[in-house]
């Protein structure tokens, strides 16, 4: 198991009365890049500064290599952030930008030289190095944060939405560039950020973050595809929610349960007993429409009242007939198949892939 560089432990912070960070413990691994991700508010920025110290907590530890830092100024943690404004100095060449730290703590001439020339190469700026700020693109001017973040050599570098200012082609492309360079320096990362795609795409873990606590730490695909609770669930990418009943608890530990008046038996695990209400959760890509629908599997019948073509995909809405419930289906395109020359109106019949669907206790 890898050592833990930065233990947080029950770190908490309030403004004004109102706890925005709650009892928080996180162990993060040499190289390991951890995204925390949530809504506006929910206290992923703040724990960011609190690691960066530029505020200060009320209570907990904040440990890097088995140091506690809490107190420690913020110019001497081993620890840098890259903002989203990138805050580059305007009056600066790309390679005094990146050089300013090393200058700040004395660094000889010919280790700054050798430090900020690695660097640029490693981030593909060697041709851009005299040029300024303002004669560069946004992802350039990125790339230069992250530079001059690196070259310091920190032992974790903080990302606060750095790529949220890109356009979404410009986005994927950085996000690409980024990861690369995180796992060629091996750097310890924590990212905030409330894209999921970008949580999903760069992250080794995941922290979903909820009004200050963590609601589940996870791979992207146990984030994804194994929500802890329906916070989780409804959060990350689209979900469909379907009301269902305990029928049964096997001894084997396969539920029967009852799903808008159809019994299936499923192999979940969950702390419940019979009549108890849960939720079966269903990604869009979960979903079968009429001639794909496994022959055990129970279904519904509906009618299409959407179709949106995205390139690679077919999103399907579809409306059931005998409950008030409208659900949203994804389907790789195949324009040689006839079943996706379904019209609007049209009736079909639904169900899901078994083993994909998840259950959750309901929560009310």
């Known amino acids: 198991m890898k050592k833990g560089v930065l233990t947080i432990t029950d770190l908490s912070k309030s403004f004004d009365g109102l706890s925005v960070v709650k009892n928080f413990n996180l162990v993060i691994s040499q190289g390991e890049f951890v995204t925390l991700l949530g809504p506006s508010g929910c206290g992923k920025t703040t724990l960011l500064r609190l690691i960066a110290g530029f505020d200060k907590p009320d209570s907990g530890t904040i440990m890097l290599d088995d140091k506690d830092i809490g107190c420690t100024p913020p110019e001497k943690r081993q620890v840098n952030t890259v903002f989203q404004s990138y805050a580059l100095f305007p009056h600066m060449t790309v390679f005094d930008n990146i050089a300013f730290g090393l200058k700040i703590t004395k660094t000889k001439k010919s280790e700054l030289l050798s430090r900020v020339q690695n660097v640029l190469k490693q981030t593909q700026l060697e041709s851009l190095a005299h040029r ?26 903080l990302l606060d ?5 890109l356009d979404a082609r410009l986005r994927q492309e950085m996000q690409i560039e980024l990861k690369k360079l995180q796992r060629n320096l091996n750097i310890t990362t924590i990212l905030v950020t409330h894209e999921q795609d970008e949580a999903l795409s760069l992250s080794d873990r995941i922290v979903v973050m909820n009004q200050g606590a963590i609601a589940q730490i996870g791979t992207p695909r146990e984030i994804y595809e194994e929500p802890k609770n329906l916070y989780v669930a409804r959060f990350i990418g689209e979900i469909n929610q379907l009301p269902a009943r305990v029928e049964e608890v096997n001894n084997s530990g396969n539920l029967t349960i009852n799903v808008l008046g159809k019994n299936i038996t499923i192999a979940k695990e969950i702390d419940c007993a019979k009549g108890d209400r849960v939720h079966l959760l269903l990604r869009p890509e979960d979903l079968r429409i009429s001639g794909d629908i496994d022959e055990a599997m129970p279904r519904f019948s509906g009618s299409i009242i959407d179709r949106r073509y995205r390139g690679a995909t077919l999103d399907t809405t579809i409306r059931l007939d005998t409950h008030d419930i409208t659900l949203q289906a994804c389907e790789f395109f195949d324009e040689d198949d006839p079943d996706f020359d ?8 639904v169900s899901w892939v078994p083993g994909w669907e998840v259950l959750l206790k309901d929560e009310t």
């Open 132 to 157: 300024f700020p303002s004669q560069l693109s946004g992802g350039q001017q990125q790339r230069v944060a992250m530079a001059r973040a690196v070259v310091n050599r920190p032992r974790v570098l």
């Open 161 to 165: 939405e750095p790529l949220s200012a």
């Open 342 to 349: 379904y019209s609007i109106g049209e009736k079909v019949e």
